[in-house]
C-alpha cells in the first residue's frame, strides 16, 4: 500500500489546481474546450446534405436502414492517403451486403481533393465540406476520423487518428453492424 505525506498531498492538490486554471485560461483566450468525437457514441447521427465530387447532392437520412460509415479527411492529412486506400477495399467487400461509405473531403478548396480522389481510385462518394458545417456537427478534431452509423441512424463507433490495422476493427465493427 502507497503512503501519501500531507506535503505531497497537497503538491498534488496544487498541481491539480494549476491544470484547472490552464484550461480555464485557454479556455477564455480559445473558447471552449472541444469535445472528442467519440463523445457521439450513442446519439442519432447529424443529418447533413453536401455536394459530391459527381456534383450531385448526398444526404445522409436517405441511407437511413443502411450501415453507413463515414470517413472525414483531408490532402494535407498523411494517415488519411495511407487509410483511403483501404477503405477502398472495405467498400469494394460490403457494398452488396449494405454498407454506405461517405468520404467528407474538409479542404477549403476541392481541386487537390478531386486529384487525390482520382489518383487513389477512391470508389465511394466523396463529398465537400468546404464550410466546415458537418465537420463541426461531428465534433472533429484529429483527422481522419471515422464514424460508424447503424440502420436506425445512431452512431454506433468512432476511430479518431489512423495506424495501420484500425481497418481491421472497422471491418469486425462493419460485421456486427451489417448483421442487426
Known amino acids: ?11 498534488n492538490r496544487a498541481s491539480l489546481r494549476r491544470c484547472f486554471h490552464a484550461v480555464a485560461v485557454l479556455s477564455l483566450a480559445f473558447g471552449p474546450i472541444a469535445v472528442p468525437a467519440t463523445s457521439l457514441v450513442g446519439t442519432p447521427a447529424a443529418d447533413f446534405a453536401l455536394r459530391s465530387l459527381g456534383d450531385s447532392n448526398v444526404r445522409l437520412s436517405e441511407h437511413l436502414g443502411e450501415v453507413v460509415l463515414i470517413n472525414f479527411w483531408a490532402t494535407w492529412c498523411g494517415p488519411c492517403r495511407q487509410e483511403m486506400p483501404l477503405l477502398n ?3 469494394a467487400k460490403y457494398q452488396l451486403a449494405g454498407l454506405v461509405l461517405l468520404g467528407i473531403n474538409i479542404d477549403e478548396d ?3 481533393a478531386v486529384e487525390m480522389a482520382q489518383t487513389l481510385k477512391i470508389g465511394y462518394p466523396i463529398l465537400f465540406d468546404e464550410r466546415k458545417d458537418v465537420s463541426k456537427a461531428y465534433q472533429l478534431g484529429t483527422m ?11 452512431v454506433r463507433y468512432v476511430s479518431e487518428g489512423f495506424k495501420p490495422g484500425y481497418e481491421k ?12
Open 169 to 180: 476493427r472497422y471491418a469486425d465493427q462493419l460485421r456486427e453492424l451489417l448483421g442487426e
Open 89 to 91: 477495399e472495405l467498400h
Open 110 to 112: 476541392r481541386t487537390e
Open 144 to 154: 481522419p476520423v471515422t464514424i460508424l452509423i447503424d440502420r436506425e441512424g445512431v
Open 1 to 11: 500500500m502507497q503512503h501519501f505525506s500531507k506535503y505531497s498531498l497537497s503538491a
